[in-house]
């Protein structure tokens, strides 16, 4: 599912940086922002060719982040925060597993029982 999605965030990668060196026609993107946000943007590919939803998700917020701060020509900008925006809400870190019920594990004794006690004799 993912491996079409990491492809398109290596090339998002290459375009930033590309962009970053310039051009005649278009003003070109600050090559530090380019390469701070292919970076970032291969972070994310990174997480998600490992598996590793919740880092993609950290890491695609930090994207979005950076390209909200990054100073952009407006050629770009809208774009890339486009871009970046729908990359961020496309991941999720699944939640955690429920907790099972805690006063099941362990010994096998409820919490508060005693070792002992209320086993064996009666009193009297």
Sequence with gaps: MWSGRIAW???CSALALAA???GAERQAIPADAAEALAARSDRVADALAQGDLCTADRE???L???AEAADL???YRRPL???ARGLAARIECPPPPAAEDQGNQ???KGE???KGKGKGRGRG
């Design 64 to 66: 979005v982040a950076a």
């Design 73 to 75: 020509p407006l050629a």
């Design 112 to 114: 508060g029982e005693e």
């Design 60 to 62: 695609a917020d930090e």
């Design 106 to 108: 362990g010994n096998g």
């Design 81 to 83: 925060l486009a871009t």
């Design 9 to 11: 965030l290596s090339a």
């Design 20 to 22: 970053g060196c310039g």
